[in-house]
């Protein structure tokens, strides 16, 4: 590894801090639900939202700022039987195609009380690996850059005996990092860092390099 990846590789990409910052605020309010108990903290239960309530989402997440309909709306809740949901995944949907796969919008929207509060959506596809889909979202990263660039590190086996293919859990964030070459990815339990800056560019070397992997506690 070259002083350059050294440096480089410890940068975190700030699109992807502020989306972390973003959901911790998120989930934050969740946590705080008064129904949500402990021995509910790993566990969801689907709850049927209202007409108005569908309908209020659709309208907030999908139609008011991309001009789609909603294809699916999950509700869930901390506790069984419960009569409202705490939050609630909701998909638009698809506006495009990525490499014959949809493009569409995904947001989670939360339940304060009786007001619903929802993310900023974010653009969702499918990228197709050697033998299963991954759910991506490429962020800050031009689409077809990362649909791409996902394809690619699947195929390139280990990296400090780390199984990259592995790692390529859904759902897979992605962001622009601090430098220009470089694009960070975040998949459930594991953080990658790839550069497109390749000084030995021949057969033996794949470009983009890998060149930071660590699984998160």
Request: glycine fraction near 4%; charged fraction near 25%; include cysteine.
């Amino acid at each position: 590894m070259t002083k350059h990846d050294t440096e480089t590789a410890r940068l975190k990409s700030p699109y992807l801090r502020m989306r972390q910052v973003a959901w911790a605020i998120l989930w934050l309010i969740v946590s705080m639900a008064p129904m949500r108990t402990a021995q509910a903290s790993d566990r969801t239960f689907p709850v049927k939202l209202s007409r108005n309530e569908r309908v209020l989402l659709e309208q907030v997440v999908c139609w008011q700022k991309l001009g789609v309909g909603v294809a699916d709306i999950d509700a869930r809740a901390f506790e069984a039987n419960a009569a409202k949901a705490n939050f609630a995944d909701v998909k638009c949907q698809p506006h495009a195609q990525l490499k014959g796969k949809p493009l569409y919008y995904v947001a989670q929207c939360v339940r304060d009380q009786a007001q619903w509060a929802c993310s900023r959506a974010e653009l969702e596809t499918l990228v197709t690996l050697r033998e299963r889909e991954l759910v991506m979202r490429p962020g800050t990263v031009e689409p077809t850059l990362a649909y791409e660039t996902l394809q690619k590190i699947s195929r390139y086996g280990y990296f400090q005996a780390n199984l990259l293919d592995d790692a390529l859990e859904s759902t897979c964030n992605m962001g622009m990092g601090d430098a220009p070459d470089l694009i960070e990815v975040s998949c459930r339990r594991w953080s990658i860092t790839v550069s497109f800056w390749c000084p030995q560019k021949n057969g033996k070397t794949p470009c983009p390099r890998v060149i930071y992997m660590v699984k998160r506690a």
